[in-house]
Structure formats: structure tokens, C-alpha cells
């Protein structure tokens, strides 16, 4: 993938996360089985990156849960990060931060650089090209602590038949198939207003290729989320 159409990929995201941000948020008022399965793991003390912490509903849980650690979340949009500022718990001690994970030097602004986890749920898969999935992992890793621990989701949404028929062709955005990586699709939003996504479907092959290409190994997979758990792939790297 050329840098001219990672450009553009980028672009509309940002643009259907600004636009569509209280939408969005709407539909995400509660974590996914898989997300809530993986914080049953995490120690209360863990010091977490959040990654993508969108509406900040993961912080929330984290908070009636307890947790005592530092937390951090990280996102682009300004809309989700006002609403995840506003319902802050006052009993967890979190940051909210804005930042852009396509753009180089992201992690050079953080606070605090020593994490035991770094949490990327549903992020991956909307960074086009496999390069800069690559520099944002390794970025990453130079955030965790010593037997620190990356934990991701990817959403499979052509195993829904709803879900694949929203996809639409890369020409109804001025893009040719040859531009794009497989494994790239564009999908439609209705709520609010018609939107329009770019998306990546992983396979576990190419995460085994990408986490060992960032100096990760993949510790664990499980698959969650949506009727039959099929819409979710969860790993856990170290």
C-alpha cells in the first residue's frame, strides 16, 4: 500500500469518528464478553495503556472493579475523548490523552513510560498497511514494562452475514481493489447518518507474522464476542 492511500484510509476514519462519535459511543455503553473475560486476568495494581479507550467504558469498569493501578487511555477523536472525560470515575486514578497512533513519535508524550499492559481493543485492524501496523507495535513495546503484556482484538465481521453485506466497493471512495492490501474492505455506518469505515480482516497467519516482526510472541488466542463468539479474535503477546 502506498503512502497516498494509507493517507486517504486515515482520513476517513478520522473523519467518521469525529462525525459519528456520539453515535458510536451510543453503541458501545457496555464491553464486549471477550474484553470483560480479559480483564478478569489483569491484577488490580496493573499499571494499563489503553489504546483506542474510545467513550473511556473501559476505564468505568475498571473503576467499579476497583482497580488501583495507573490507567491510561489514548484516541484521536475529541468527541469520544469529551465523553470519556465526563463520565471519569473519581476513584480511579486515569489520564485521557489525545493522540494519533498513525502519526511517528505518539509514544514520546506519554507520562508515564513503564505499562504491564498495553490494551488495543478493535485498533489494529482500522491502521491500513502492514508497515505501520509494524512501528505502532513497536512503539508500543518500548511502553511496557519488563514481562509486560500486549492484549489486542480484531473484529471478524465477515463471519456475519449482516455485517458483510455493509460492505461496499473501494471505487464508491474514488480507491481501485489494486490499491489496497488483502484483507481491506470499507464498511457502511446507518446510525445517525451514513458513514463509512475502513477496516481490516486479520487472520491469526498474519498476526503470528506481524507480532513476531515487532519482537512479540503470541501467548494466547481465544475467540469471543456475537452470536456463536465468532466476531472477535483476542491474543495476548509478551
Request: hydrophobic residues 40%.
Amino acid at each position: 500500500m502506498n503512502s497516498h492511500t494509507a493517507t486517504k484510509l486515515i482520513e476517513l476514519n478520522q473523519l467518521f469518528y469525529q462525525t459519528f462519535a456520539l453515535q458510536f459511543s451510543q453503541t458501545r455503553q457496555r464491553l464486549q464478553p471477550g474484553v470483560r473475560r480479559i480483564l478478569e486476568s489483569v491484577p488490580q495494581t496493573a499499571n494499563i495503556l489503553d489504546l483506542g479507550c474510545g467513550n473511556g467504558e473501559l476505564a468505568s469498569q475498571l473503576a467499579r472493579r476497583g482497580h488501583q493501578g495507573v490507567y491510561m487511555g489514548l484516541d484521536f477523536s475529541s468527541g469520544l475523548l469529551d465523553t470519556a472525560h465526563a463520565r471519569l470515575p473519581l476513584d480511579l486514578e486515569a489520564v485521557f490523552l489525545q493522540a494519533d497512533l498513525s502519526k511517528p513519535g505518539w509514544a514520546e508524550n506519554i507520562p508515564h513510560t513503564s505499562f504491564d499492559y498495553i490494551l488495543a481493543f478493535a485498533v489494529f485492524h482500522h491502521l491500513p498497511g502492514h508497515e505501520l501496523r509494524r512501528q505502532v507495535l513497536l512503539a508500543a513495546r518500548g511502553l511496557l514494562a519488563p514481562q509486560g503484556r500486549l492484549i489486542h482484538s480484531e473484529w471478524l465481521f465477515l463471519n456475519s452475514p449482516r455485517l458483510a453485506a455493509r460492505v461496499l466497493p473501494w471505487e464508491s471512495i474514488g480507491l481501485a481493489p489494486a490499491q489496497l492490501d488483502p484483507g481491506d474492505y470499507l464498511l457502511d455506518w446507518r446510525q445517525g447518518g451514513f458513514g463509512r469505515r475502513y477496516v481490516h480482516y486479520f487472520t491469526p497467519a498474519e498476526l503470528e507474522t506481524l507480532a513476531a516482526g515487532s519482537g512479540f510472541k503470541v501467548l494466547d488466542t481465544f475467540y469471543s464476542d456475537g452470536e456463536g463468539n465468532k466476531l472477535g479474535l483476542y491474543q495476548t503477546w509478551e
